[in-house]
């Protein structure tokens, strides 16, 4: 697996988190810098702990012979189109909050809205694993990128309100869609 398709995945599922920051940024009276670091570090880890469990069951389901090896891929390519076309749905559904300014935003029950969307992370770490990806390079890009999307889902919430996160929404499942069928025309096809 490249980089170049480690990278697009990755965005895709983390414009997931930069739509649910945006949404949480629009409602807070004040962004406070130590709440937002909290709330990267909270990310990062679970982020990270979700691929690493993925990636785990994945190892535990293969075998590396070669008719496990093409299901893998398979799932992986099934795995990335189901994750993108739920963003559509998301986008399509277009669900209302109430904008209700809070004074700080409750880092429990951010914990508990980010537990209901890590099982897409896990279903990514799991396709990362049939794909055999780079774990230490997909550690340091999800890093790298959660924290980005964080910050600046959070801070286009707060100054523009959410009104972006559809084209989140759209761009990440675009994002994902494309590396699905990526995966389907050069691991499962073998065409590039």
Same mark, same amino acid.
């Given at each position: 697996?490249?980089?170049?398709?480690?990278?697009?995945?990755?965005? @895709?599922?983390?414009?997931?988190?930069?739509? &649910?920051?945006?949404?949480?940024?629009?409602?807070?009276? $004040?962004?406070? !810098?130590?709440?937002?670091?909290? /709330?990267?570090?909270?990310?990062? *880890?679970?982020?990270?702990?979700?691929?690493?469990?993925?990636?785990?069951?994945?190892?535990? /389901?293969? !075998?590396?012979?070669?008719?496990?090896?093409? /299901? @893998?891929?398979?799932?992986?390519?099934? *795995? +990335? %189109?189901?994750?993108? +076309?739920?963003?559509?749905?998301?986008?399509? $559904?277009?669900?209302? *909050?109430?904008?209700?300014? !809070?004074?700080? %935003?409750? &880092?429990?029950?951010?914990?508990?809205? =980010?537990?209901?969307?890590?099982?897409?992370?896990?279903?990514? @770490?799991?396709?990362?694993?049939?794909?055999?990806?780079?774990? #230490?390079?997909? /550690? *340091?890009? &999800?890093?790298?990128?959660?924290?980005?999307?964080?910050?600046? #889902?959070? =801070?286009?919430? =707060?100054?523009? @309100?959410?009104?972006? $996160?559809? !084209?989140?929404?759209?761009?990440?499942?675009?994002?994902?869609?494309?590396? #699905?069928? =990526?995966?389907?025309?050069?691991?499962?096809?073998? %065409?590039?």
């Amino acid at each position: 697996m490249s980089i170049v398709e480690e990278l697009v995945i990755i965005l @895709g599922i983390s414009l997931d988190i930069f739509a &649910v920051m945006e949404c949480q940024g629009s409602l807070v009276a $004040k962004v406070e !810098k130590k709440q937002l670091t909290m /709330l990267c570090v909270v990310l990062v *880890i679970g982020q990270a702990a979700a691929l690493g469990i993925g990636e785990l069951a994945s190892l535990l /389901l293969s !075998k590396n012979r070669e008719e496990e090896i093409f /299901l @893998g891929q398979v799932a992986a390519a099934v *795995i +990335f %189109l189901c994750l993108g +076309f739920r963003l559509f749905l998301k986008a399509w $559904k277009n669900e209302r *909050i109430m904008e209700r300014r !809070k004074e700080t %935003l409750p &880092v429990t029950e951010f914990i508990k809205l =980010y537990a209901r969307n890590s099982v897409c992370t896990l279903l990514t @770490g799991l396709a990362f694993g049939f794909l055999e990806g780079s774990m #230490g390079m997909i /550690l *340091i890009l &999800v890093t790298v990128i959660t924290i980005l999307v964080t910050v600046f #889902g959070m =801070y286009t919430g =707060y100054r523009l @309100g959410f009104e972006h $996160k559809i !084209k989140a929404y759209l761009t990440g499942g675009i994002l994902l869609v494309a590396g #699905g069928m =990526y995966v389907i025309v050069s691991h499962i096809c073998n %065409l590039v």
